[in-house]
């Protein structure tokens, strides 16, 4: 098995490369073939989460229609991927809690957390961003608050690497906001895929070992 996270681990690095070389064609390229490489360590190591085989999956869809994110269709479907990725990771989250524990009055308090966040980023997303995003700022809202509400559930697991995976993806999608409605830099996609592919493979890693 070592020899799957060197070749996982080379191929990641080469995408990372042409990144930070700005190599439009071979970066979109290799961008495809990340998270099906990241399904086939998961089949390998005999996983059988198989709510994060779907939310790997909903992921690469995601990356395909980011691709071009420079069509509003194209960025609001990919993001409409992401969310349906990030409730499939939690409903694996709380099918293992529920599993060891039940329906704890502790799973109830998590979630009541994650609520209150939701409703928040929702009205921010009304009284600050909707001038200048339109209806993204609803999407976007609720976006966060599934992948905060992801981070939160994962302390439940105690599983360092899910909630830094978590947190890593947190990262990944501000920077990919900033650089979309705000000021776009330069190597924009080495800095987001550092941290994406950091956030996938931890999640990932967190079921495997």
């Known amino acids: 098995m070592l020899a799957y996270w060197i070749i996982y681990s080379v191929y990641c690095f080469v995408h990372l490369i042409f990144s930070f070389l700005e190599k439009e064609k071979p970066r979109k390229i290799t961008k495809l073939l990340i998270m099906p490489l990241l399904i086939l360590g998961l089949f390998l190591f005999d996983v059988k989460n ?6 790997l999956l909903f992921g690469w869809i995601g990356d395909i229609y980011l691709l071009n994110n420079k069509e509003r269709k194209y960025f609001v ?13 939690i409903l694996e989250v709380m099918r293992l809690y529920i599993i060891d524990y039940g329906l704890s009055d502790q799973l109830i308090h998590f979630l009541l957390i ?9 009205f921010f997303a009304y009284f600050k ?66 941290t994406y592919l950091l956030a996938q493979t931890l999640i990932a890693l967190s079921f495997i070992l």
Do not use: E, N, W
């Open 50 to 55: 198989y709510f994060i085989y779907l939310g």
């Open 77 to 89: 479907i990919g993001t409409i991927c992401f969310i349906f990725g990030h409730i499939a990771y």
């Open 114 to 122: 994650i609520l209150i966040i939701a409703i928040i980023l929702l």
């Open 129 to 194: 961003m909707k001038r200048k995003l339109g209806k993204l700022a609803y999407l976007g809202s609720t976006y966060f608050s599934i992948l905060i509400g992801g981070f939160v559930l994962s302390f439940l697991l105690q599983k360092p690497l899910l909630s830094i995976g978590f947190g890593f993806f947190i990262i990944s999608d501000i920077l990919i906001s900033v650089f979309r409605f705000y000021k776009k830099p330069k190597r924009s996609h080495f800095y987001i895929m550092i």
